[in-house]
């Protein structure tokens, strides 16, 4: 099978597409022909080495397939699945002990780690949904616990995680408030959110003291975020490495989500994009030989969406 493969930690110039043996499935595990896989920011974290999961990664780990997530069909079911048949449409992401392997022509994932897609959905909107829409949710639900009574802002409203934790705060009754560039404020108030568009108003004069932040975006927003925020509010911040002591310093409830696969909750996610009650904006889709452009784009970090990789029929 084709894949894109990296031989060392380093910048995108380091992806090469090559044969590797295609994969089986083991006991519990699918393999998937993937049609489409998502680009995320833990991506070139991984693959320039940055990132806590790269740490885990041992020498014979190369040449390693990046990739956390896809869309695509069952090719294979190993052992004791009984959910998922050939020829199933399905999509998901790769558990934290998982290395992922999505840009790839086949990839083995776990059974739990997959859902079938919905019938009307396409596999460009499903690759990319299953790691922004459930960090969303952890971020949105399970830790801030955001209510109807909540003034939720969010840094980074615009982008993967943010659109969505925008739109969960949203159905969750809550008034919301969206840090983006102006080219994202249509679209953050079309699912109701107010705007603030960072490079002109600071929005810590512009928006009421929040009772929840979810900060997508942590270098220049956390200091400003924890004098900003109400009394007893909840910060939850994105990045995996994070510093959350200055805030615990302070007595705030802050949190970091550790997202990972839960079918009930992708599957809720896929009937929700499916009944148009939650919109996952693709930027753009490049072929899987475009790899090394689709990290240079994510790596800007200024992507109105999520990027993602066409594999299947190159
Ligand atoms: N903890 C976890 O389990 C977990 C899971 C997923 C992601 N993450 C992390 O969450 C972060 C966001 O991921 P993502 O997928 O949402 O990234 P993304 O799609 O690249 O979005 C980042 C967004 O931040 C905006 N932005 C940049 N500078 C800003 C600023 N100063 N103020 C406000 N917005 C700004 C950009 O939009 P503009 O064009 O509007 O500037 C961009 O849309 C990353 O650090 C990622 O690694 C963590």
């Avoid at 089986?24 to 393999?31: D, F, L, N, Q, W």
């Avoid at 190993?78 to 022509?105: I, L, N, W």
């Avoid at 960072?198 to 929005?203: E, K, L, Q, T, V």
């Avoid at 932040?213 to 911040?237: K, N, Q």
């Amino acid at each position: 099978m084709r894949a894109a493969v990296i031989h060392r930690f380093g910048g995108p110039e380091e992806f090469e597409i090559e044969d590797l043996p295609t994969p089986t499935a083991g006991e519990g595990e699918v393999v998937v022909r993937v049609t489409h896989a998502a680009v995320n920011p833990l991506d070139f974290k991984i693959r320039d080495g940055s990132s806590g999961m790269a740490a885990q990664l041992r020498d014979e780990d190369f040449p390693l397939v990046l990739g956390r997530e896809c869309a695509g069909v069952v090719h294979e079911v190993g052992e004791g699945v009984t959910d998922f048949a050939p020829g199933d449409r399905v999509f998901g992401m790769a558990p934290p002990d998982h290395k992922g392997h999505c840009y790839a022509e086949f990839v083995s994932m776990p059974a739990s780690a997959l859902a079938h897609s919905p019938a009307g959905v396409d596999d460009v909107v499903l690759a990319g949904l299953s790691l922004v829409g459930l960090t969303a949710w952890i971020a949105v639900e399970d830790l801030a616990k955001v209510g109807s009574d909540d003034v939720v802002l969010v840094h980074g409203g615009g982008g993967g995680v943010g659109f969505m934790a925008v739109q969960l705060a949203k159905e969750a009754g809550a008034k919301v408030y969206a840090t983006a560039s102006a080219r994202n404020a249509d679209r953050l108030q079309a699912v109701g959110a107010t705007p603030i568009d960072y490079a002109r108003d600071d929005f810590t004069q512009v928006t009421p003291r929040p009772s929840v932040i979810v900060d997508c975006v942590y270098f220049d927003t956390y200091e400003p975020s924890m004098d900003h925020l109400a009394d007893g509010g909840r910060l939850v911040l994105l990045p995996s490495l994070a510093d959350v002591r200055p805030a615990k310093e302070r007595g705030i409830d802050v949190s970091i989500p550790r997202v990972a696969p839960d079918r009930t909750r992708l599957d809720a996610l896929a009937t929700a994009v499916a009944e148009g009650r939650l919109t996952l904006t693709v930027a753009d889709v490049l072929p899987l030989a475009e790899v090394a452009e689709a990290h240079r784009i994510v790596e800007r970090g200024h992507t109105p969406g999520k990027i993602v990789l066409r594999v299947a029929g190159e």
